[in-house]
Each structure stands twice: as structure tokens, then as C-alpha cells.
């Protein structure tokens, strides 16, 4: 296409767009559009969104009324028309602005099946949403994400760290959601890959494809070949990792071409190495959603009994509810801010990490106000509270303390400071403190073991992550910790034996949230793709994978009841069935 053609179709297109074309213009637009790759992939650009908006929000009323409409993508959101103008129907309507729209309709539909049905450029994905920090990669260089463009081959979509996240959409439908710390490609020399994941994780519900045609996927390792069917891939940092919801996938290994179907409920990881190819099960049992708390909080706790929910959300204060389908028990509104760590002990409910000072939250039953409990002025990086509520600890400047705390007379006690350099990036306290775990900004974590009336200490464990740990949990007698970081992934760690076990490969979806079970027989973490999981300890065998429709911040667990509690905004309760 020439300088000269490209400005004429622009302006043939805003012409369109303002309803002001005549017939020899329609006549010439489709003589552009039609004749050239590039120009039909710029009217796609200009034009495709706007068409499928207009299709999927009109009503059988809208249809009628033929007069331009002016459309503005949202950047921070799904893709939203704003019309602007008056919409009377007793203005005059225009014969040839209505021809002029219907044959819009016709170019787009021809235009998008000239992408769907396997053009020279294939098939090419438009961005639906993005929020946060999301940068487009292109030859000529690299400029932010807005939700409507297309991505066209050679480009790349790379989104941000915490809070960053892009759906992708094709024309048949299929949508790709890809996380924070994500990468994906529209690769040149396609190879009959339409996507390929070069880090991070990516969430697929794919609309019925054709067998002639499938979408393919692929990361490093693999292709997969789509047939229809909704499931998470994973680059992990040495394979890759496909977990299937619904429908099959046909996974051809890259190294040697080997090829392994995969059917819903299953998993396959992937490697540069010719070892077996196996597909296995996704996890051991299976959840249903028993209640849904709205807007109640990201912290959740179970009391000992499992009886008793405590929710903890940052502006709308703590809620207690009863298990397993939420009747509302007491709840006391107050400015919380983000909760490092709740517990529930009848009859109180304690909450620390409301700001900087770490101020302890304590909720009384029958009371409607919570008292407040000061554990110092200093600033703290982070907090955390022992499972039965009676010890806190907190890292500041100058160092990591451990206190006592008297939930009936909301005092705290400081009984002990633990030498180390800098501040604590994680802690976890086990019950009675006799075990206080913590991580640090260079990736050492230490277990202290506290002695003679918790005023001495000794340090039982020590050893350097490759990067620093984010998130720190323990079980109620010390025996194991889990740990995670960007680079190392999950792992679970027996401080006494040094035993080592990598439940969640680094390079996949981020852990947001992790607890073990009160038994310390299973762990439990929320990840930034929305799903929860649950692993035997020490095996690290799946137990449970949960779609928990919103991303854990916080994860509780029942024994008695079998529930498990995801908090994200809204809190849901999930009924496991381990048989």
C-alpha cells in the first residue's frame, strides 16, 4: 500500500465512521480494504472492536437507529462504548449512512474471516482489558497497553508486577488472561502457532475450534493444540505446565515431536529432557462452593472448632460468621487498612497490620466496638500472630520482637528482641512462640527457637533463597515452615531435618497467601491466576485445585467441617471432598 493509499483509506474510514460517506466512496473503501493485506489489518484496527461492541451491547431497538456513534475504549478496564449524541428516534435517518453501516458490518465480517480462516498474518488476537502496568513490544519499540488494539505478528505483550494483568481476544471468541510477571508473542514465523507464552502464566477459554484449523498454542517445550476447552498454562522457570479445566488438548513435546493428549482434570508438565511424557491427575478431590460473603474481606480465619468464620476486609471492618453457609454472627465497621495476620479464638478475634505501627485489632463477642492494642511507634515491615492469638511479632529498624499479648486486657508485652541485620520482609509465629520464622530483603531465612520463658533464643535454621522470600508460614509446633519467592517458588522446609520439598516450581503463578492446615498435614496458598491449592505435607501432593473466581489474599482451613475459606474482596466458602 502506498503513503498515498494509506492516508486515503484513513480518511475513507473516519468519513465512514461519521456516517458522511456517499457510494463511490463505500465502492473505493472496499476496493482498499480488500485488495491489500495491510489495509485490510489497518481497517481492522480502526474498525473491529468497534463493530463487535456495537453487535454484542445493542438491543433488537438500537438496530433501527443508524446514527454515528462515537466509541472510547476504557484503559483501565474491559472495553466500554460511551455513545455520545442524541439518540431521539424522531430524527430524519440517512438511507445512505444506513447502507454505509450495514456494509461496515459485511468488511468486518469478511475481514475478521480473512484472520480466522488462516490469512498470510493468521489469525491475530485484539486486547480486551488491561489493568495496570501493561507494555506492548514492538520492532519499533515499546509503548504502553490500551484495551482495543490488535497485536499484530512480532509483537509482544508484557505486563507489570503486582496488580498488572491483559485479556486478549480473537474473533471466534476465545479469550487469553495473562498475570502479572507475564510475557506473550504473536510470533513472525508462526510455525502454525498463533501464541506462545515466554514467561508468567496465562488462562485460556477457547471457543470450538475447527480440526482443520485449531488455535495452537506454545511455550518453550510444547505446542498445544486446541480443539475447545478452558485451562492455565504456566512457564515455569526449567518446564512448562498445562492444568486442563474442561475439553482436551493435544500437547506435542518440542524436544522430539513426542505427542501426549490431555483431558479435563489433569496435568501435564513439560521439559527440554526426552524423559517419559506422562499426564496425571490435577489433584485428589474436589470442592463446591458453599457460601459467598460479599465485600466481607481478604483475611479469613476459622475458629479451632471450625464453627466460626472470621472475615477482615481493609475499609468495612471484621465480621464473624457461622460455618459452612455464612449466616452473619457480629460484625464491627472500622478503618483496618491491610491485615498482615487474623485469628479467631473465642471469644475474640484479633487482627494485626493496620498500619505501619502495627496496631492489634482486638473483637470481643457481644461487643460492638474492637479495642485497640499499640505494639510500638516504630515502622514495621511486617507482622504476624501466633494461631492461638497470644504472641505477636513485628520488624523495624531495630530488629524482630516478639510479644505477649492479653487479648481480655488488650495489652502487649515486648519479651524479646531477635538479633539480625535489617528488617524482616515475612514472619510466622508458631502457637506459644516457642518457633518465630523469618525472612529478609537478601533471601536468608531463620527459625528462632525461644527458650527459658521466651527470653532467650537460638537460632535453629538458617539458609539463603536466591531471592527474597515474600511469603512465610508455620505449623502450630514449629516442625515445618513454607516459604516462597519469585525465584524459588513454594517451598516446604523441615527446619530440624533441613528436608526440602518444591511444591510450586518458581517462574508460574505467583503465591499471594499461604497457611497450613492446624494439623500441619496440609498446606494451603492462594495464587495470582485466582486459584487456591492445597498440598499433603511433607509429600506435597495435590490435594485440591480451586477456581476461586477472585485472586486469595487470605486462605483458612476447617477440619471439621471440610471447608475452606478464599478471601479476595468477597469471601467464599468451599466444601473439599477429599474421596
Known sequence: ???????????????????????????????????????????????????????????????????????IATGTSEAAPV??????????????????????GLVVIGVAGWYAAGSPHQRLPFVREVTGDVILETPA?????????????????????????????????TRVTADVQSRVCVPDDSGGVHLRLL?????????????DDPLVFATDHARYVVVGT????????????????????????????????????HV???????????????AIGQATLSATLRRAG??????????????????????????????????????????????????????????????????EAGESTARKAKLSSLKARSRALSPDGTFAARSDDDGTHVFAVDPMEARCRKILTLPADGKAW???????????AAGYWDGTVRVHELSNGNSAQQVVFEEKLQHTPTRLAMTDDGQWIAVTSSKDGLLLINPHTGERVEVWAPGGGLVTCVRFTPDGQRLIAGLNDGTARMWSVPEGQSLIVIQAGHRPAGVAWSEELSLLATGGGDVRIWKCDFN
Open 268 to 282: 501435564a508438565v513439560t521439559t527440554s529432557e526426552k524423559t517419559p511424557l506422562t499426564v496425571n491427575r490435577l
Open 1 to 71: 500500500m502506498t503513503p498515498d493509499d494509506h492516508s486515503e483509506l484513513r480518511e475513507l474510514i473516519h468519513v465512514l465512521r461519521d456516517g458522511k460517506i456517499d457510494e463511490a466512496g463505500l465502492q473505493r473503501l472496499e476496493e482498499l480494504a480488500g485488495g491489500d493485506p495491510e489495509a485490510m489489518r489497518l481497517f481492522v484496527d480502526y474498525r473491529l472492536l468497534e463493530a463487535r461492541l456495537e453487535r454484542e451491547l445493542a438491543s433488537p431497538g438500537q438496530l433501527d437507529d443508524c446514527r454515528p456513534k462515537a466509541v
Open 83 to 104: 455513545v455520545v449524541g442524541d439518540r431521539s428516534p424522531s430524527r430524519p435517518k440517512s438511507r445512505a449512512l444506513a447502507w454505509s453501516l450495514v456494509l461496515t
Open 298 to 363: 481478604q483475611a479469613v480465619a476459622f475458629s479451632e472448632d471450625g464453627q466460626l468464620l472470621a472475615t477482615g476486609h481493609p475499609t468495612r471492618g471484621l465480621k464473624l460468621w457461622k460455618a459452612p453457609f455464612g449466616e452473619p454472627v457480629q460484625s464491627v465497621d472500622g478503618d483496618l487498612g491491610r491485615i498482615d495476620s487474623l485469628v479467631c479464638v473465642p471469644p475474640f478475634v484479633v487482627s494485626v497490620g493496620s498500619d505501619h505501627s502495627s496496631e492489634l485489632r482486638i473483637l
Open 199 to 211: 514467561s508468567g502464566t496465562m488462562e485460556v477459554h477457547a471457543a470450538p475450534q475447527s480440526p
Open 141 to 173: 519499540g515499546s509503548v504502553a497497553v490500551t484495551a482495543g488494539q490488535l497485536i499484530h505478528a512480532g509483537e509482544c505483550v508484557r505486563s507489570g508486577d503486582e496488580g498488572s494483568r491483559f485479556t486478549l481476544e480473537y474473533a471466534d471468541g
Open 426 to 436: 515475612c514472619l510466622a509465629v508458631s502457637r506459644t512462640a516457642k518457633f518465630v
Open 230 to 265: 478452558r485451562f492455565r498454562l504456566y512457564r515455569e522457570a526449567g518446564a512448562s505446565r498445562l492444568e486442563l479445566d474442561e475439553g482436551k488438548v493435544r500437547l506435542e513435546r518440542r524436544v522430539d515431536g513426542q505427542s501426549v493428549e490431555v483431558s479435563a482434570g
